[in-house]
């Protein structure tokens, strides 16, 4: 089911054109849900990631996440705006090193799209609406943008750094350094309802990777719930 009419955070989101000269393959999938079913790690979202973890033996095959091309795609990437890999991953990345030893359980929502994440090789990111204000963009911070989160088990508001390619809305980043870390405010938790969920394409076929991921999501979260709405877009240039 459609869901009219799109919500601003998707029909109005927009990337950078500084992001798109930089990386020109780059291809952003957006899927809005509205009345998802929260709540705890459920025995559907369990096998979900147990199939990732499966996937991500097979994929791996005993080589490192940064071997696969789809992973060193975002390598390299971040090292264009400055950052090492010791320094911070892709969220893909970091899932693939934790598969091994078993990826983390946290909520319903949060498994599923980590789960598909680790399936079609795409960091994903789940903003939850109540806290997004605005359109969603893509952007190369300037330096002074705002981003809340939790530091020494205290909340604390950080800036981005001038040059790194950060998620952001009306009121400051959602996600930095592209798709590593999200905010406190926007971050699904096990009562989100309403959200909206960010695919990054990047590499070797990145618009099939992501436009695919999308689907899967879409399906997986109608696994557990059945009266959730769907809305998707895909940004190719920077737009539809």
Known sequence: MSIEPMAEQVAQAWVQDAVIDAHPDYVAGLVLAKGLEPGP???DSDAMLGE?????????????PH?????????EAYQGFGIKPREARSSVEALLRRASA???RIDRLTD???AVSVIHLVPIGG???SGYAGPARLVVAVGDETFDTVGDGQPVVQAAAAGEIVWRDDFGVTCRRWNWRQCVRTRLTDTTTDALFIIDGLGPDAGLRAEAAAADLVARLSIGSPTASFASRTLIDGRT
């Open 112 to 114: 599923v799209y980590n």
């Open 52 to 64: 990732a973890q499966a996937h991500a033996r097979m994929v791996l095959d005993g080589r490192e």
């Open 127 to 129: 903003e939850d609406l």
């Open 102 to 104: 078993g990826l983390p």
């Open 67 to 75: 071997d696969l091309p789809e992973v060193m795609a975002w390598r």
């Open 41 to 43: 790690t459920t025995p």
